[in-house]
T-cell receptor, first 116, second 111 residues
Framework: GAVVSQHPSRVICKSGTSVKIECRSL??????MFWYRQFPKQSLMLMATSNEGSKATYEQGVEKDKFLINHASLTLSTLTVTSAHPEDSSFYIC????????????FGSGTRLTVV | GENVEQHPSTLSVQEGDSAVIKCTYS??????FPWYKQELGKGPQLIIDIRSNVGEKKDQRIAVTLNKTAKHFSLHITETQPEDSAVYFCAASKGNTPLVFGKGTRLSVIA
């Protein structure tokens, strides 16, 4: 089946630094990738949708200059948390979908970001 | 936009019993309804999904039912096992829009 690889699984960074999270589709071409944020004991909140070769579409309330998303190829999307602060600490999850159909979403294993 | 409500938020069952989780959605145009299982510290894993042209789908101990008129769908897990303990999320989508998730149900299967 479809596999999405997300790295790193855990990262600790200092306040003010930037962190990059990678999301790769290993055996399919991901036309669209989604980035979610999940706080403890809560649901997944969509941050942005990215299509290969175009700018990401951010959800209301998500700062595009703080959460930089790049989807440069059909198999790779990256999320960079810039100038991280403790309140950015969270579980970040990517999801990839092949084609335009609204099914076949595959999720990565998530990245636990801790900002100290 | 779409709104998905999920109940209950927590559910405890004895091993071997059945568990039922229910979701309602608001957008009648939604046509895809997946269920995900999330274990602690991991990403969600698809366990079963259903499209709006089908009323029921079953995969071994897991089944999903969909009532389009009432706009609700349910997950049924029979013969529960301790390894079924996890958080379960329902979701809905239409067209090529992103999935909208319910708030999750924490299922505990007591041995």
């Amino acid at each position: 089946g479809a596999v999405v690889s997300q790295h790193p699984s855990r990262v600790i960074c200092k306040s003010g630094t930037s962190v990059k999270i990678e999301c790769r589709s290993l055996d399919f071409q991901a036309t669209t990738m989604f980035w979610y944020r999940q706080f403890p004991k809560q649901s997944l909140m969509l941050m942005a949708t990215s299509n290969e070769g175009s700018k990401a579409t951010y959800e209301q309330g998500v700062e595009k200059d703080k959460f930089l998303i790049n989807h440069a190829s059909l198999t790779l999307s990256t999320l960079t948390v810039t100038s991280a602060h403790p309140e950015d600490s969270s579980f970040y999850i990517c999801s990839a979908r092949a084609g335009e159909a609204n099914y076949g979403y595959t999720f990565g294993s998530g990245t636990r970001l801790t900002v100290v | 936009g779409e709104n998905v409500e999920q109940h209950p938020s927590t559910l405890s069952v004895q091993e071997g019993d059945s568990a039922v989780i229910k979701c309602t959605y608001s957008d009648s145009a939604s046509n895809y309804f997946p269920w995900y299982k999330q274990e602690l510290g991991k990403g969600p894993q698809l366990i079963i999904d259903i499209r709006s042209n089908v009323g029921e789908k079953k995969d071994q101990r897991i089944a999903v039912t969909l009532n389009k008129t009432a706009k609700h769908f349910s997950l049924h897990i029979t013969e529960t096992q301790p390894e079924d303990s996890a958080v379960y999320f329902c979701a809905a989508s239409k067209g090529n829009t992103p999935l909208v998730f319910g708030k999750g149900t924490r299922l505990s299967v007591i041995a």
